[in-house]
């Protein structure tokens, strides 16, 4: 049977499994990337597995969440990436030299390679043909210490792109289409593999612009095959001899496939407060909008920017609007400078950001109260532009940039038709100026010109708590019984005044299930640990490593849950504390101040694959805890979490 182009790059990497869909694969991995948010813990796991460098092909280190520095800590952090880059071989991008997925795409990303990132739009360089997957920190420093991945193998889905893109519809708008029909949910489980004459007309910035947004539909990557264009691409960014053919076989078979005529989409908006909450444009004509933003990893090329520059040529933004492009990169950044663009779109009254994350997550440009901003980002969700009122619409370049002209959300057919000599912009290619030009990678520090010399750690720096094995007799007091649906949110909340601490686990405890109860953390502390009580679903919400690692960090041994979210259990095996599956009786029959203890040799009975547990309440009575775990859970858990498990590996104990 022919295969898919992601079962051809997963062939190719595969160290255990097979390609069934459902079924755990461990992948090896080419490339790694990080941020500065999800970093700092990414290279202390790294440090506590006692390696020497990196042992993936390259591994990169990106300052783009929070390059304006509001205290010391993210300074520190910045520096404390600079330090451990160099130390172990990474290459490290210097703050406001662009986010993460937008240089990684210009730099490194390569056709046929594996790339896993601790941000949850790795997957944009699939655009290229590289397969890219999002994952928590630890599973980064494991991959970058040499271990494989582990993911379920998802479905394969073809997206089947027939026909042109007529003028004025956008590659965002093919995005925001699949985002309507299918909603946030309509990836989990899958990958989505774009074919067809539709896809082989886009350009390589339009292609990421969707692998880009696969993410917003939930799918663990999506990516095109590779053709003239990725070549054409490729040398454009002087890395011609990078490119290799990547095309699904001709009996290929996909899970479904899912048709889209390009020539029937028109411009659309994502209107507040959810990327699949998609209409017309029309359908909001005459909003009023008093803030515009170009740019973000979703819209913030060079090849984005510029049709904004071309529709502001000889105009100016509405007196009542402020328009902001903030670049994807500096390389997008000076493209635009040495071409002269700049200088245009400031004198059409545009404002400059320098290349960073920023407004996407509310750092900087948050929008007045009560307010619309129309941003070519990729997320909407309520509050995240940094006020809780917010009316976030979601657009192409050219939708923003329509609005900025006229103050209002207009259909820029409809503002084409007004103005009489308004041209749709269409897409051009930019080319890398060479080191000669001027043009250079001046802001990437490769391993060969590290400056540090071993890590340097400001006082808000600690260490990674490591647990080595877990104890023969697990219980304690049952310190917080918690309802059903507790979030990875209410464990550590993730506001910007307690995330500035991610990288100092002690601090960052006293913190922990706050939410649900202030006293936690410091009763967790004066009994020496315990365990937690939850109802249903405990732990969803984000792939928040820190809602394991705190409450490891605080001695909880044990959660007890009528049911677990299914990264957040991965998460607590990694970090060595046993879920235990409890039915809805005994639920109701704890209480809170319990002394729960496992009878059974817990070490054990998780190494034999013992799934049900005694557990003793009080002394008093009984129940059975069930733990459903893989052969390679209980082998982590038993080591007491991932990193134990992985230093074992290495130093075959
Ligand atoms: Fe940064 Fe927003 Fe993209 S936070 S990585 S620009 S989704």
Redo the contacts with the bound molecule.
């Keep these: 049977m022919g295969q898919t182009i992601t079962e051809k790059i997963l062939d190719d990497h595969l160290v255990e499994g097979e390609l069934t869909p459902g079924e755990e694969i461990g992948i090896e991995i080419d490339q790694v990337l990080t941020?500065d948010t999800t970093g700092t813990m990414v290279w202390l796991q790294f440090e506590a597995l006692d390696l020497d460098e990196v042992q993936t092909e390259l591994a990169a280190q990106y300052c783009?969440?929070q390059t304006y520095q509001f205290d010391f800590k993210n300074t520190d952090d910045h520096r404390f990436l600079r330090s451990a880059a160099g130390t172990y071989g990474a290459y490290f991008s210097r703050p406001g030299n662009g986010?993460?997925?937008q240089v990684h795409k210009e730099n490194f990303a390569a056709p046929g390679k594996t790339l896993l990132g601790s941000?949850?739009?790795t997957p944009t360089p699939g655009g290229l043909g590289q397969l890219a997957i999002g994952a928590g920190g630890l599973d980064i420093a494991v991959a970058m210490g040499g271990g494989p991945y582990y993911v379920e193998m998802p479905e394969v889905v073809n997206v089947h792109l027939e026909g042109e893109l007529p003028e004025w519809a956008t590659a965002k708008d093919i995005a925001l289409h699949l985002l309507g029909e299918l909603t946030v949910k309509g990836g989990v489980g899958k990958i989505f593999e774009y074919t067809g004459p539709g896809a082989e007309n886009l350009t390589i910035p339009e292609r990421t612009t969707i692998t880009?947004l696969g993410t917003e539909l939930g799918a663990t990557s999506s990516i095109f095959a590779t053709d003239e264009k990725t070549k054409d691409w490729l040398a454009r960014q002087d890395r011609e001899e990078e490119y290799v053919d990547l095309q699904p076989d001709d009996d290929a078979e996909y899970a479904e496939t899912i048709e889209v005529d390009l020539t029937e989409l028109e411009p659309l908006v994502a209107a507040p407060s959810m990327p699949d909450n998609v209409a017309p444009v029309s359908e909001y004509a005459g909003t009023d909008v008093e803030q515009v933003i170009v740019g973000?990893?979703?819209n913030?090329a060079y090849e984005d920017i510029l049709p904004s520059a071309k529709m502001l040529e000889g105009r100016e933004v509405a007196k009542q609007t402020e328009m902001i492009v903030a670049p994807?990169s500096k390389q997008a950044s000076e493209m635009l400078a040495r071409e002269g663009w700049t200088a245009e779109m400031m004198a059409a009254g545009v404002n400059f950001s320098e290349a960073t994350?920023g407004a996407?997550?509310g750092i900087g440009h948050v929008p007045a109260s009560d307010s619309v901003s129309l941003r070519t980002?990729?997320?909407n969700f309520e509050g995240r532009s940094g006020i809780e009122d917010d009316s976030v619409f979601l657009c192409s370049p050219e939708v923003a940039t329509a609005a900025a002209i006229t103050g209002k959300i207009v259909d820029p057919r409809d503002l084409a038709d007004d103005l009489g000599d308004l041209e749709a912009p269409g897409l051009e290619m930019g080319t890398k100026y060479g080191p000669g030009m001027g043009q250079s990678d001046s802001d990437i520090i490769s391993p060969d010109e590290a400056i540090d010399d071993g890590l340097v750690k400001g006082p808000n720096i600690g260490d990674v708590p490591i647990k080595n094995g877990i104890d023969a007799e697990i219980g304690g007091e049952a310190l917080l019984k918690m309802e059903d649906n507790i979030t990875t949110d209410h464990i550590i909340p993730a506001t910007a005044d307690i995330l500035k601490f991610r990288s100092n686990i002690e601090k960052l405890s006293e913190f922990t299930l706050s939410r649900v109860d202030d006293t936690f953390a410091q009763r967790s502390l004066d009994a020496d640990g315990g365990v937690l009580v939850a109802g249903e679903n405990y732990g969803q919400g984000s792939s928040r490593e820190h809602a394991a690692l705190c409450p490891m960090y605080l001695g909880i041994e044990a959660v007890f849950a009528q049911s677990f979210a299914r990264i957040h259990k991965a998460n607590l095996f990694n970090f060595g504390i046993v879920p235990l599956a409890i039915d809805a009786e005994t639920y109701e029959q704890i209480d809170q101040g319990d002394d729960i203890h496992i009878v059974d040799d817990v070490p054990a009975g998780v190494r034999s694959g013992q799934d049900e547990f005694t557990v003793s309440v009080n002394d008093d009575w009984e129940f059975t805890a069930e733990l459903d775990a893989s052969e390679r859970e209980r082998e982590i858990l038993a080591a007491g979490g991932k990193l134990s498990w992985v230093k074992q590996q290495h130093t075959g104990g």
């Design positions: 941020q783009d969440h986010i993460c997925h941000d949850s739009h880009n973000s990893c979703t913030g994807g994350c996407c997550i980002f990729n997320r």
